[in-house]
Nanobody
């Protein structure tokens, strides 16, 4: 089992920045990939960014150049630095960890970007 706890969401004006954190605990050695997903007000879930154990990263086209995912393996934490935020980035952001054939989810944190 892997437990994930997100933090760092909030309300920000367009053009602003936020940093999300996701702290993992439990069977962390089994984690291969961690990432961030978001669920939009239209209730669609989409991938935002992922990072592998070897720190290969992947981003949605909509966030490339604005968001940066990173991980601190010593602290079992993954970060999502979000810059130049847009109103369309408003969503619930969820941390996910792939361990073996299972995917674990955090409880989510809300990001609201005002225009």
């Amino acid at each position: 089992q892997v437990q994930l706890v997100e933090s760092g969401g909030g309300l920000v004006q367009a053009g602003g920045s936020l940093r999300l954190s996701c702290a993992a605990s439990g069977s962390i050695r089994s984690i291969n990939v961690m990432g961030w997903y978001r669920r939009t007000p239209g209730n669609q879930r989409e991938l935002v960014a992922t990072i592998s154990k070897s720190e290969n990263t992947r981003y949605a086209d909509s966030v490339k150049g604005r968001f940066t995912i990173s991980r601190n393996s010593a602290q079992n934490t993954v970060y999502l630095q979000m810059n130049s935020l847009k109103p369309e980035d408003t969503a619930g952001y969820f941390c996910a960890a792939d361990a073996g054939e299972r995917r674990f989810w955090g409880q989510g944190t809300q990001v609201t970007v005002s225009s």
